[in-house]
């Protein structure tokens, strides 16, 4: 049973991360890229200690797509320009 309702988390937080990568528009904040991450990072170590292949397999891929996000979010950051502070002159 533990199986089972760790297989419909994982999926459903993949099926999340992987809209989110088809969706080119959808830049993921830097805390999202790294919470994720660390959530299905722990989720994999977790459920391979158990035992449970599926939920280990789904959250891997659900790893490859942030990852893919976090190139997504470091390539935007690095095109906005920095804001000068300060007023501007005439």
């Known amino acids: 049973m533990v ?3 760790l ?4 999926a459903c937080g993949l099926l999340i991360a992987v809209a989110h990568v088809l969706n080119r528009a959808f ?5 999202d890229v790294a919470a994720n991450l660390t959530a299905f990072g722990c ?3 977790a459920s391979l200690l158990l035992g ?3 939920p280990a397999a789904l959250s891997s891929v659900a790893i490859v797509c ?3 996000l976090a190139r997504r979010t470091f390539l935007a950051l690095r095109r906005t320009p920095v804001r000068e502070h300060g007023g501007s002159r005439a």
């Open 3 to 5: 199986s089972v309702l």
């Open 7 to 10: 297989s419909v988390t994982f």
């Open 27 to 31: 830049v993921a904040p830097v805390y």
């Open 43 to 45: 989720a994999v170590a």
């Open 52 to 54: 449970h292949w599926a």
């Open 66 to 68: 942030w990852l893919v």
